[in-house]
């Protein structure tokens, strides 16, 4: 159940549809700006930056990751007493 104020305060907007607004922008024609031109290329070199930076930190700075003991371990003899 809605507070009165709740439910006048939402019954007084005026809210389009969002199928609406995307035909009512899809008519206007705008310049490229900055997005448009740059977008994909600033996306291409952020993505391989972090690549690049991910890539050089698990290689060349000598952390032991210890991923399986699979070789590594061998079993001590059992001491019977």
Known sequence: MMFPLARNALSSLK??????SMARQS???????FHDKYGNAVLAS???????AWVFTATQIGIEWNL???GRVTPKEWKHQ
């Open 68 to 70: 399986s003991p699979v």
């Open 46 to 52: 952020g993505t391989a930056f972090c690549v690049v």
């Open 15 to 20: 809210i389009r549809s969002i199928l609406q």
């Open 27 to 33: 008519h206007v024609k705008h310049s490229p700006d």
